[in-house]
Each structure stands twice: as C-alpha cells, then as structure tokens.
C-alpha cells in the first residue's frame, strides 16, 4: 500500500497536479471535454489499459454489475442517439449534450481543430465506447490514473493494478454530480427556475447543511446503483403518503419525508393523485413541475420542496356509499415530458433525427409508469 501511494503520488506530481490527492479540484476533474487519456503506462496490461466498462468489471465486479443495470449506463439511449443529427442540432450542440450524456475525449463526435479551434471529426473517437454513455472512466480515470474515495479496507496488494488509485477524501461530494445535474447560473429557465437545479434544491436543504451527500443516498455503501424517479422502491422510501376518508371528503397527504431535492427534481416526470370509483378516474391532482414542449411558460409548479407536505381535497360522488368502490391511487410518469416531446418529433419528423430510435425511445418512455400507492376507501 505504502509503495503504491508513493508511486501515485510520483506520477501526480509529474502529470502537473500539485500535490497528489491534496491537489485535486473538482474544477479540473470536469474539464469539458474530458482530455483524452493519452498512451496507457508502458507496464499496464492491455485490461488495465481498456477504458470499457467491462474491462474494470473484470476486476470489479460489483460496481459492473450495479452500474450496468443503472440509468448512467444508459445515457446513450435511442432518444439522445436519435436526435444528435445535423440540421436538427448543430456540432456545438451536440457536443454540449454530450457533455453530460458522453464526455470522454474518446467519447466525442467531434473536437476542435488545432487552428481555428473548429469542431471537426474526432480521430480519436472509440465507436464502442461512445455508446456505453456514462462509463466508469467518465468519473474515475484521468490521464490513466484513478481516482476514488479513500480504500474501505486497508490493501494488502504490493504492486496493485493499473498502478494504484489517488485516494480523494471528498470523492462522495455532491460536488462530482453537480455537473451534469445542475445548470449555472445562465441556464435555461422557466418562471425564474433553472430547468435543471437539484444541486441547487440539495444545496438549500437541511441535507447539504447536515453533510449528506447525493451518494449517501443514490450509493449507499457504496453501491453503484443510482436509483431514482424510475425506482419505485426508491421513490417509496423518500415519500410518506397517507389517504383518508372522512364522509364524503377524501384528503390525501404527500409528504416529502426523505428525498434531498424537491419531488420530483424537474420538469420531466409527472406524479398523478387519482380518485377512482369502479376502475374510472373521478378526478385528479399532480405533483410535479408541468412545461409545454417549447418551455416557454410553467403550466405548474407543485413539486414538494424536502421536509414539506402536499395536500389535496376530493369529493366521493353522491352515489358512492360509505366509499364503496372508491380508492385512491399514486401513479408515477418517470418520463412524461420526453414521451410528450418524441410524439411531437414523430408527428412531424425533423432532418437529422433518426425516426426508428425516436420511435423505441416513444415507446419506451411510454412504459416506464407505476403505481407508487393505492388505498382502498370502502369500510
Ligand atoms: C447539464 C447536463 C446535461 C446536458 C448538457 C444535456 N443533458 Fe440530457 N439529460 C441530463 C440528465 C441529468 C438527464 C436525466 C434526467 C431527465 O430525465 O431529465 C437527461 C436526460 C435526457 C434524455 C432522456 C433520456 C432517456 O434515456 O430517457 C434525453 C433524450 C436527453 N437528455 C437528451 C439531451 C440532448 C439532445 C441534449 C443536448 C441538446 C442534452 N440531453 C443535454 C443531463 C444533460
Ligand atoms: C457517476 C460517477 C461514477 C461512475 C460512472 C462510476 N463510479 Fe465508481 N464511485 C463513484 C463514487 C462517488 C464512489 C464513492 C462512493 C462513496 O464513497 O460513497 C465510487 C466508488 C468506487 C469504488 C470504490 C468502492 C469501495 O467499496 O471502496 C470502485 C472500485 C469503483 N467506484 C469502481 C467503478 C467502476 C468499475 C465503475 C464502472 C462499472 C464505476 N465505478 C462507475 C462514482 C462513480
Ligand atoms: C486487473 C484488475 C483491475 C482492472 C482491470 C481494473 N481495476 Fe481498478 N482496482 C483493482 C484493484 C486490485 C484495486 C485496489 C488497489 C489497491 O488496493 O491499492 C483497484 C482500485 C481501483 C479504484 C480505487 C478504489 C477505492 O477504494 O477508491 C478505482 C476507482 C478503480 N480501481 C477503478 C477502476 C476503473 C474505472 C477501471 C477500468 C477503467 C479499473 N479500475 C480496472 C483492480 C483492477
Ligand atoms: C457526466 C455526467 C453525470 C455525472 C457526473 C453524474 N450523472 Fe447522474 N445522470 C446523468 C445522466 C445523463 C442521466 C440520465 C441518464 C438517462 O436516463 O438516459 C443521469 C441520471 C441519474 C439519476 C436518475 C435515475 C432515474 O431514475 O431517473 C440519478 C439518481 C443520478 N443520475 C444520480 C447521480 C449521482 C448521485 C451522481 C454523483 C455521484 C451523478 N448522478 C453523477 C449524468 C451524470
Ligand atoms: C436524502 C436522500 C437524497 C439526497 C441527499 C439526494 N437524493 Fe436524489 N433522490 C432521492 C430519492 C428518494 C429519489 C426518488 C424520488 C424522486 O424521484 O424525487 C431521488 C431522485 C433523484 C433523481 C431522479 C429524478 C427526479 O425527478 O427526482 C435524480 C436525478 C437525483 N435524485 C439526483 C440527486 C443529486 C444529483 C443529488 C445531490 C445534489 C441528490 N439526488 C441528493 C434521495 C436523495
């Protein structure tokens, strides 16, 4: 172990970081573009050397076989791939998506010219590799060396692979999310909101002043899972709903009991409070941040900031006796708005989208809703 954190700490130092882990900033891991890798150290094996997810996965096992099932791996899905054509974006746009959905240097479309610093063809681009989306290197690997949060158990290994790691005591902040789900202050907004701010909502909360981190929540023990709105346990487990019926009047209750951002974080899931009565719907109440598909106005805004409580009034209907057939359901759209917005690019199709995967990511995003609740109101 001893051997190794001085041999890290050589190359750190020879690779222009001050001070080894001491040196490292947040600001510098999240250069855009990530820099390409550059040649592998002579003494790595060629699996040491592969950026591939599945090549880490030889030797990490766990953090493969989470982050595989996980939504990161899933960044390059039909609905960016199919919408990152020219005329319909431009080189500069697409290059900016994939900023948060690609960002490797060997990940890239494009990079700029050595001249005019023009977007042309990336010679280095890795076919294969811009397609995993979200890869471990994206968050663990600059210049051929990993970073990562201090050992959970002291190595025995005397020359471990790929030349150690450089152990960043802050590697679990908030801060090595916050570029990819936060906007800067300049972003897109609606009504005054920054479209993306979860950084932000985690920010003002007693979380971020308690020092719970996003990973505290989204990796526990370290767990490379990341699960979010699609996860009903997930969901479950940030919110309290309660339903009751007095008479008459139904009042439901959503409280936002464990969540470290607003429920839900944005504008793309819708939660939908139903009263049904013998399987039709009487009349329902969302929870969540609804935008027309140009993001010109806010529709509404009833997402539940952390700690607070949403509440809704019904009426049963006259001829509903002591709440007979009646209950009360909780249905979640994960990704209403972009089911929304790829019928609408269907419906009159742009140059430079790619139809057939607009039309699985339609599909797709048609079939991700659940039922997070329901009660039954009868006696
Ligand atoms: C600042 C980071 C960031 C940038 C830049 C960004 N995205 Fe995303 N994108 C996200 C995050 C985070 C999500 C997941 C949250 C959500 O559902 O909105 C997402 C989700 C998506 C989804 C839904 C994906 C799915 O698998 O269901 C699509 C489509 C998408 N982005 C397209 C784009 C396109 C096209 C661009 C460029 C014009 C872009 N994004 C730029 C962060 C970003
Ligand atoms: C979105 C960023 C991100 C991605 C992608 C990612 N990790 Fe991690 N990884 C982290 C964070 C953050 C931690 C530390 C979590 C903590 O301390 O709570 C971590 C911890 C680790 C650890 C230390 C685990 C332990 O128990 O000590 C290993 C090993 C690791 N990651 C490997 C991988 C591999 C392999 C992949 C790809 C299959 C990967 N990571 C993908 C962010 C990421
Ligand atoms: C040949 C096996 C092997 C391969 C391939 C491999 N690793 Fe590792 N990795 C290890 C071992 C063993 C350690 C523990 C080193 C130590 O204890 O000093 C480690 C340590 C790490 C750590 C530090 C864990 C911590 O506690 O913070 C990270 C992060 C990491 N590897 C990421 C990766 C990524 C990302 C890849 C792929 C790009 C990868 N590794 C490929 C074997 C491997
Ligand atoms: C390089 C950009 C990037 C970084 C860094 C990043 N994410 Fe993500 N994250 C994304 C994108 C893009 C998506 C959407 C993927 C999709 O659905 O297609 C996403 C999705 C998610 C989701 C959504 C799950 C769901 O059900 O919709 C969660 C939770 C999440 N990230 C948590 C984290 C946490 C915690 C960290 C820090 C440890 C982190 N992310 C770091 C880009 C990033
Ligand atoms: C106290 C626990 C907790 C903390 C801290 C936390 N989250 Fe979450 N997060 C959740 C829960 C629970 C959900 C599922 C409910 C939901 O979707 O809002 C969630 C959902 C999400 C989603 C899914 C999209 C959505 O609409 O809600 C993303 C993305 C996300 N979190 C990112 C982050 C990031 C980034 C941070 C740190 C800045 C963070 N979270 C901090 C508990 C937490």
Known sequence: MKKFLVTTFICVVALGYSSGAAGFSFDRHWEMPIPLQGKAPADFS????????ESCGECHEAQFSGWE???????????????????????ETIEMCLDCHAPLGEQRIFAKNKKGGELEKNLFLK???????????VCHLRKNIRYGPPASQPSQIEDPPHGGFVAVKSFNSAKLCRPC???EPWGRRINGKLLEDTFGQWQKSLYSEKGVQC??????????????IHDKQMVQSGVDIVAERAGGNVTVTIKNSGVGHFFPTYVTPQVIVALVVDGKVVSSKNVGWKVPLDL???????????????????????NVVGGSGASITVTVHPDDFYHRFYESLLKNPPDGINRDLIKKAHEESGNSSYILYEKVLGF
């Open 46 to 53: 060629d699996l040491e050397s592969s950026l591939n997810p």
């Open 69 to 91: 099932k996980s939504r990161h791996a899933l960044s390059m899905g039909p609905g960016i791939v199919g919408q990152l054509g020219e005329p319909w974006l431009d080189k």
């Open 127 to 137: 076919t294969g590799l811009h397609k995993k989306g979200l890869v471990c290197a």
């Open 181 to 183: 789900h936060q906007f």
């Open 215 to 228: 990973a505290d929540c989204h990796m526990k023990e370290r767990a490379h899972a990341w699960k979010g």
């Open 296 to 318: 010109s106005e806010e529709e509404y805004d009833t997402r539940i900031p952390p700690g607070e409580t949403w509440r809704a009034h019904f009426t049963l209907p006259d």
